[in-house]
């Protein structure tokens, strides 16, 4: 089944600490890792954000070759941008010159950077859907945003919308297969066209997906309706969220790591 | 076993109505009404299936009762509650229904998710929903299911999540329409299973659309809609041996019911049965 392939958006249960962590303090705290790997500028920053990193990585008991494989199909991006990185910078001492081209060491060391911090940057944020479920996530993004309701905008319509958007997208994921299999079996195979010919295709494809998703968005509504919801009505929270020691640590964490670089 | 329906049937009439419809119709358009004028009563307690060919309006019909859609004419009146723009949300709460399609009425992300949908909505206290959150998915085995996604699940699973969603909401009248037509011959079975139960339990009132001659020949009453009315009121037994009926609506006859009269034709007499295994114990005492 194609959903089984989504490593986004997937909860790996081990039960560490990070996993029984508040939702709220778990996307602060990535927040800010991200303000701590734009902080990065030196070897000894990238050393110290490498053993941060993998140590908190580690401190999960979820596997690191997970982490990994989430930041896999980015692969080519990170090949890319240390191309780019090497060949326009031209300062720093020399190393090598072939024609017109010449490395220098500053545009390697950039060029390192640059993939290092993308690659921390994509594998440990992931780090907050695997141990955090959806309805988790989606409560804590409630919320963080839940101040927005006193200029008038409404957090929990967004997390509702969030949360059916991420229950459909592999019924819909799975749904496009079906049908991409039913236009193959009459002889349209995708895979088989010219690349002109595959966007015309496309459309044959969005069509149909398209139509049954406002099918299945009339039965969903008769179906919360049906079980009594009502826009904006009030509403209890079986899992509350609570803030502990351990969130603000958490989070202490992550501004000591930022100082920590800021000063190397 | 027919019999005991029979007299089920008589005690049911004697409970109090929890749905009455008065001359209600209904149509997208005024002028091609759906159905017209249609008035019934429903007793508390009552097993009651709703039989008619595709596009007779028979899910329409269920739908007005809760008000997912707007009725055009005549009056509901549900558990003493008259339907009306104030009494929407206490009638939703006494009326449960699980859909066809297993997939779309899966809200929640995960199974819990699914079942605290609704308590949450009834501004229940953590602790009751946790314990209807046991007792019922206890009661419908699916209490090692609770950190599924409904991709994990099979469709029988699945349904079986949205039966246990609408009555931990504990209402008084669940609707079933079509709930079994998407799954398979075992899922169907444990179906029937969950509905016996529920009339063992006594509390709940069952209104099922249903094409599947079993279904059928376990509830109590059956209603029949055609022609954009009611076409008849009867009990099980009545609508099967009523050959012009069974054809408006397009049903077919309970297997062990047409091997019964094919045996009479060439002469072996066995009396209607109830069901295939009563069947094999009269020709084989």
């Known amino acids: 089944m194609s959903s089984e392939k989504l490593l986004l958006g997937r909860t790996i249960e081990t039960g560490s600490w990070v996993h029984k962590l508040d939702a709220r303090g778990k996307i602060i705290g990535m927040l800010l890792y991200v303000a701590v790997i734009l902080l990065s500028h030196s070897w000894p920053a990238m050393a110290l954000l490498a053993v941060f990193s993998i140590s908190v990585m580690a401190s999960t ?17 990170m090949l890319f941008i240390f191309i780019v990185q090497v060949l326009s910078i031209k300062e720093g001492e020399v190393w090598l010159t072939l024609g017109s081209l010449s490395l220098h060491q500053d545009g390697l060391r950039l060029g390192a950077f640059s993939v290092i911090r993308m690659l921390f940057l994509v594998s440990f944020t992931a780090l907050l859907t695997f141990t955090t479920t959806p309805g988790k996530l989606n409560q804590g993004l409630e919320g963080i945003l839940s101040p927005l309701k006193k200029i008038g905008m409404s957090p929990d319509r967004l997390t509702l919308m969030i949360g059916i958007a991420l229950r459909f997208i592999p019924t819909i994921l799975d749904e496009s297969q079906i049908i991409m299999k039913a236009q193959a079996s009459r002889g349209a195979d995708l895979a088989e066209l010219p690349l002109k010919e595959k966007a015309r295709m496309l459309v044959s494809l969005l069509v149909p997906v398209i139509s049954s998703a406002f099918r299945r968005a009339q039965d969903l509504v008769y179906s919360m309706e049906a079980r009594g919801f009502r826009m904006d ?11 502990g020691l351990a969130d603000t ?8 790591m930022g100082l920590a670089v800021a000063i190397l | 076993m027919i019999e005991t329906n029979r007299l089920q049937n008589l005690e049911a009439s004697e409970q109090p109505a929890v749905i009455t419809l008065s001359g209600v119709s209904f149509g997208y358009d005024p002028k091609q009404p759906i159905f017209q004028d249609i ?20 899910s329409t019909l269920v739908k007005l009762l809760n008000a997912l859609l707007p009725k055009s004419d005549g009056e509901i009146v549900v558990c003493g509650l008259q339907l009306n723009e104030e009494n929407i949300g206490s009638i939703r709460q006494n009326i449960g229904m699980v859909f066809q399609n297993p997939d779309n009425q899966f809200i929640g992300a ?14 229940l206290e953590p602790i009751e929903m946790g314990h209807r959150l046991q007792v019922y998915t206890d009661k419908l085995g699916i209490a090692h299911l609770l950190d599924k996604h409904p991709g994990e699940l099979s469709g029988g699973q699945k ?5 246990a969603s609408i009555l931990a909401m ?9 709930a079994s037509s998407m799954l398979d011959e075992g899922s169907r079975n444990e179906l029937l299973d969950i509905l016996q139960r529920m009339r063992a339990e006594g509390k709940y009132t069952i209104l099922m659309i249903t094409h599947d001659a079993d279904e059928i020949l376990a509830s109590d009453r059956v209603l029949a809609l055609y022609g954009g009315g009611l076409a008849a009121d009867m009990t099980p037994a009545e609508l099967f041996s009523n050959d012009d009926l069974l054809d408006k609506c397009n049903l077919r006859m309970p297997f062990s019911w047409q091997l019964a009269r094919e045996l009479q034709k060439v002469g072996i007499n066995t009396d209607v ?11 084989w005492p």
């Open chain 1, 61 to 77: 008991r979820i596997p690191l070759k997970y982490f990994v494989k989430a930041a896999k199909p980015l692969r080519y991006l």
């Open chain 1, 233 to 243: 009505a009030p509403r209890t929270r079986y899992h509350r969220l609570r803030w």
């Open chain 1, 249 to 256: 640590v958490f989070i202490c964490m992550f501004v000591v």
């Open chain 2, 39 to 58: 008035s019934l009563t429903i007793a508390q307690g009552q097993w009651v299936s709703l039989v008619g060919a595709n596009g007779c309006g028979k």
């Open chain 2, 110 to 123: 995960t199974v819990e998710e699914d079942i605290l949908f609704g308590l949450e909505g009834l501004c």
């Open chain 2, 159 to 163: 349904q079986r999540v949205a039966i």
């Open chain 2, 170 to 178: 504990e209402p008084g009248i669940v609707i079933f329409d079509e």
């Open chain 2, 273 to 283: 049965p109830a069901s295939e295994k009563e069947l094999i114990e009269k020709l």
